[in-house]
């Protein structure tokens, strides 16, 4: 089970009906994911554009891409359908921060429309520190930032590019520019007080061991929740590890790294690598009765 009693009162009050942190919410509460960020700015050799974020969610899936109007007309009728619904987040498809104008405009139009629900979002970290004070200001508490390394040479067997101040960049050089801005982003976020969770896509061989130094880190920073997840190497799916043809690690290799973790930090347990379009309590999908034209039929 995850060790949630060894989070300070403060935070575990703040996390209590959010399905995704509490071991205990994620019976009670709901959480959905609306899909209206397409674009992204990096590269993971995970990531087959074609399909949502899979720092984020299940590889294989695409989710239906809603404009912000939509998004919010879904949430509100979701709203009214699921009364345990109580956080919304916005994970992809794509990054939510390289689609700034749709996801800021979802979350001002939701926290006028419908200020009872919490509000969250996931990002590779490379454009947070010039957001962190847009996130504070909407009243987003948590934010979930991917951090897959903290050290370039490892990075530069996971990020073949990134896009950076109008330019493509490669190599180790990408790699140390995103971990710089998601550390800086890490850093600005806890010293706003706004909640940080870190995920990290486990990869045999290439990060694997790397991640208990991750773990440390980004604990050290403030970071409140460490979520490893594995990659889910498969073809059919469209996530294969670039050339190298990675596979993804077994069961007990996930545990074994999770449990190496949790001296140093809460792990995350019950991710359930939900769809960028998930709705419903954790460990059911009812998006399917909830897609656009079931949405416009129903209001
Ligand atoms: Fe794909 Fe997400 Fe990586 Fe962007 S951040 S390349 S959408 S996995
Ligand atoms: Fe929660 Fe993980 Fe699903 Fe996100 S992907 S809603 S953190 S269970």
Redesign the pocket.
Known sequence: AEKMHALPEDIRRRIENHPCYSEEAHHHFARMHVAVAPA?N???H??N?KYD???ESRPGVVSELLTPEQAVKKTLVVAAAIPQLSVLGIA?P??PLANPERTFATFRLLAEKAPDIKLCVST?GLALPQYVEELARHNIDHVTI?INCIDPDVGAQIYPWIFWRNKRVRGRAAAEILIEQQQKGLEMLVAKGVLVKVNSVMIPGVNDEHLKEVSKVVKAKGAFLHNVMPLIAAAEHGTFYGLMGQRSPTPEELKALQDACEGEMNMMRHCRQCRADAVGLLGEDRGAEFTMDKVEAME
């Open positions: 992204c990096i590269q993971c995970y990531c554009r974020c899979a720092n992809g794509g990054d590779n991917t």
